[in-house]
């Protein structure tokens, strides 16, 4: 088990990265739909096209990761020759000219989509290989999720300090550009420096062809990502709408930055207790209750209207104590699936299992952006943040929030309530691969 001095410098990315992708899925749609007269319609259907081309880059990179060959080691040195990419397209992208359009949201759109994939790919498979026990992971994927949170709670605070109501001037994206443009390269430094390349135990090399046969006959890899994939279908509707829902259907938009705020500090709380529950229970018993626990929290929040702003916190502290099991426990199982595939096929290919962890969560997202915002159009949403809104597209937004990931998280519980990959198996996997015990 790594020392919790090394899990805390292993962590310190997660918090710029975290930075990057919560106002990427979050913030940006609304903001370039509010200050650039973008339709929302177009807007999701330029995020679903950003993930078609994650269709290529997610496997190259995955596959690159593995294959990157160098004396400092191939996660760790891949991961710092990304940097500079991510940071100027997140630099880009969230400080946008005043002229900026659909083309320009596209363009570093796509270029931050590369370059967080790059960055992200090896970070998560040094991850995985870094520690190897079933419960040694649980803990370190504590730690990157909980810095992950840290660096969601400024990408709330900033922007909203800063003001999102303008493109002009130094506002509330231009905050995050310029903390990602520093940060992330010193973070990322600095974790280069300091955490050691783990120990590669693959004994063969596959082609890429041969790579990707005994990823699709991995079954419980199939079975956790087809969970995943739902969940985080599941959790990106609500968190699309977020805004939407906290501005127009509660009517307080003052308390958008607050109320957010209040639901990332929740899942800060909710990763110990994730932690305790996968010890007693085992991970996927632990992640399946959590997602039953929103389930019945969201069949509630629908029926919530204008004012209504006690009853929508403690939705939001509620379901951020869920967000943190499900933050820290997919990953953690995820580590497991790519032991089960190491011992039968003889190469240990983190990244490229990663890839495909890194494609289901940003189609989940897309998908959740080119169903619901073409939803919210025709039933007569205006994406203009000052535009008055009708009663049936206040109520199609309700419900697209609260009930829509209701069913798609039940199916996910079902894969996964009896999943094969418990503690035993693992052992007996970690056994095979001559893996040191926790």
Known sequence: MPAKRLLALYALPAVPLAAIALPFYIVVPTFYAGNFGISLAAIGAVLLAIRLVDAVTDPLFGWLSDRFAHRHGRRRIFFALSLPLTALAAFMLFWPPQDAGLAYLGLWGTALSIGATWTLLPYTAWGAELATGYQARVRLSAFREGATLIGSLLAISLPFIGGLDTAQGFHGLAWIAVFIAIVLPLAGLTTVAMVPEPTDVS?????????????????????????????????????????????????????????????????????????WCAARLGKHRAWSLAMLAACLIFSAAGFLGEGDVILFTVVCVSTGLL????????????????????????EQRSGLYFAAWSFITKLAVALSAGVVFPLLDLAGFVGDLNATQTGPALSVLGGLYAWLPIMPKLAAIAIMWRFSLDEAEHRRLRHTLDLPQP
């Open 203 to 275: 004994r063969r090399r596959l082609s890429l062809r041969e790579s990707l046969k005994h990823l699709a006959g991995n079954r419980p890899f199939l079975r956790l990502a087809a969970a995943f994939l739902l969940n985080s279908f599941a959790n990106a509707v609500p968190a699309s709408l977020f805004i939407y829902f906290v501005g127009e259907r509660l009517g307080v938009p003052a308390l958008q930055g607050p109320l957010l705020f209040a639901y990332f500090l929740s899942a800060i709380a909710g990763i110990p207790l994730a932690v």
């Open 323 to 346: 967000l943190g099991f499900d933050l820290t426990l997919p990953p953690a199982i995820q580590a497991d699936v790519i032991d089960n595939d190491t011992a039968r096929s003889g």
